[in-house]
């Protein structure tokens, strides 16, 4: 079965850093572009970042550029999303994709979402 599983949400204080992780089974994530995406309450999911298979190119909304970082370890099957200087505007749910027909504009599989609290 094709799967995406996110992991690494939590509770943490403005200020504060949290490291997100997709992990897929069934598939190797390698030949996938991966993006992360966020939902809060009441609001309409958005793009957080990108990362392409072909070149490894990454691409961050403006709001939290100089403040997230996505990676890929290929060898483990895992894309992270390193997320520094959190804010409570930050808290959602989020979640990761992988697609490779329109890589980091269409995607084919979706994870079931981590919860991400930044409270003070």
């Known amino acids: 079965q094709l799967q995406l599983v996110e992991s690494g949400g939590g509770l943490v204080q403005p200020g504060g850093s949290l490291r997100l992780s997709c992990a897929a089974s069934g598939f190797t994530l390698d030949n996938y572009a991966i993006g992360w995406f966020r939902q809060a309450p009441g609001k309409e999911r958005e793009g957080v970042s990108c990362?392409?298979?072909?070149?490894?190119?990454?691409y961050y909304r403006n709001s939290v550029k100089g403040r997230f970082t996505i990676s890929r370890d290929n060898a483990k099957n895992t894309v992270y999303l390193q997320m520094n200087s959190l804010k409570p505007e930050d808290t959602a749910v989020y979640y990761c994709?992988?697609?490779?027909?329109?890589?980091?504009?269409?995607?084919?599989?979706w994870g079931q979402g981590t919860q991400v609290t930044v409270f003070s």
């Open positions: 994709a992988a697609g490779n027909s329109d890589p980091c504009i269409e995607y084919d599989y």
């Open positions: 990362i392409m298979s072909s070149d490894g190119s990454t």
